[in-house]
């Protein structure tokens, strides 16, 4: 008798999951363990707090949260929509009056002795808010993706003045790529993004600058109501778009220039700007094929990139995993993007599918420029590796949209109203 009423309490608990995808839930598990055990190795030969174990309890308080979080179904977030918007709009605000300044940039908020960085829960907070919107009306109209853009022009603009370049980056990709999957115009899209391609290529390319311009012109023709007026409109913004550009760019601090610039030859200043990126590429080179070795690397116990066990923690993997842990690196977030979309396709309405829609663009562009930016292939904008990277507000924010997308696919088979 005792063995079945325990056997039927277990059934009842798990019942609460039984719609869970354990692969995706056990990958950032797999993903946080591991960076535990290199942000230990980042910091073996330093006088500093322990990290590596940090990171790891704090990653179990994230599962903990992502476990509770999808038992409880994510429809309960449409009346939060708005609530949840100003909250983090707030917090953006109290970081400009209350905030504390730290590598150049005023981002965090002390709370209890902890430092708080709401950039990263109001990416998730954009999140929820855009899929409500989405939901209810979709971006297959101007005047649904003009409100969906408004909408997530204040937090953006809060972000970016603090300031935080790399965030403000992520609002915009997931932005697009909700935008996207609520069917909007793929021309409007390239409209969207239009004038940023057009200041670049006037800096670097004028008869390119030129030839995408007037092909602005012609997308707006054949995708925008009042044609005339909106070809010449889409042609004037991209042609313009140059002196914007140098407005904007002087709007940027000193490092956020050199980041975005010296990429391309971190040699121009070896010593500053640079030094990050020449150090990162010769730790992953010296990585070969199988790695030196878990606390062998050179350029990681000898500290010669700083904060590595952050931003460039990618640098430790490749150092010391070499080639074909990176690789392995790689593939498990391919499958963690992987089983995102599976949950959004099969997700029961709209609301569901773009939550985790957001999520994956939110995780995909932070991994891709996160990697890109220790290899060399795109600016450092200082976006954390998703789960590997220590931060506190980060890996809170990656397990709590876990939590969010395993709601999703824990409830896309059951009745609505059913417990």
Request: charged share 10%; with cysteine.
């Amino acid at each position: 008798m005792f063995v079945t009423n325990v056997q039927r309490q277990w059934r009842s608990l798990l019942a609460s999951w039984q719609g869970v995808d354990w692969v995706l839930l056990a990958l950032p598990v797999v993903l946080t363990a591991f960076g535990a055990i290199v942000i230990h190795s980042t910091q073996r030969n330093t006088e500093t707090v322990a990290y590596g174990l940090n990171h790891g309890v704090l990653g179990l308080i994230g599962l903990g949260l992502a476990l509770w979080i999808a038992r409880v179904r994510y429809e309960n977030l449409l009346n939060w929509q708005w609530i949840i918007y100003a909250v983090i709009n707030l917090l953006l605000l109290a970081v400009i009056f209350i905030g504390t300044v730290g590598l150049g940039a005023q981002r965090w908020i002390s709370i209890g002795g902890f430092h708080v960085q709401p950039s990263e829960f109001a990416k998730l907070g954009m999140i929820i808010t855009l899929a409500a919107m989405l939901s209810r009306r979709d971006a297959s109209t101007l005047w649904g993706v003009v409100t969906a853009v408004g909408v997530t022009a204040l937090p953006w603009l809060l972000v970016f003045i603090q300031p935080d370049l790399g965030t403000s980056l992520v609002f915009g990709v997931i932005t697009l790529a909700m935008l996207y999957w609520a069917n909007c115009n793929p021309g409007w899209l390239v409209l969207f993004v239009s004038p940023l391609v057009a200041a670049i290529l006037f800096h670097l390319l004028l008869p390119g600058w030129l030839v995408w311009s007037l092909t602005m012109g012609l997308i707006a023709w054949f995708t925008l109501p009042w044609r005339w007026f909106s070809t010449v409109m889409a042609t004037a913004v991209n042609l313009v778009a140059g002196k914007l550009g140098d407005i904007f760019w002087n709007l940027l601090q000193d490092y956020q220039k050199d980041r975005l610039v010296l990429f391309l030859d971190p040699h121009k200043d070896p010593l500053g700007g640079g030094y990050h990126l020449i150090q990162s590429r010769i730790a992953i080179g010296a990585g070969k094929l199988f790695g030196q070795g878990w606390g062998q690397g050179t350029q990681t116990q000898l500290n010669f990139i700083p904060e590595q066990h952050t931003d460039f923690i990618f640098s430790a993997v490749g150092e010391e995993w070499g080639f074909v842990g990176s690789m392995v690196l790689i593939a498990v977030y391919w499958l963690i993007c992987f089983r995102l979309v599976i949950i959004a396709q099969n997700a029961k309405d709209d609301f569901g599918s773009l939550l985790v829609i957001g999520v994956l663009a939110m995780i995909t562009f932070q991994v891709v420029v996160n990697i890109g930016m220790t290899i060399g292939l795109a600016p450092i904008t200082g976006i954390p590796l998703p789960w590997l990277s220590y931060g506190r507000s980060a890996l809170l924010t990656n397990f709590i949209a876990l939590g969010i997308v395993e709601s999703v696919a824990n409830f896309r088979h059951r009745l609505k109203f059913t417990d």
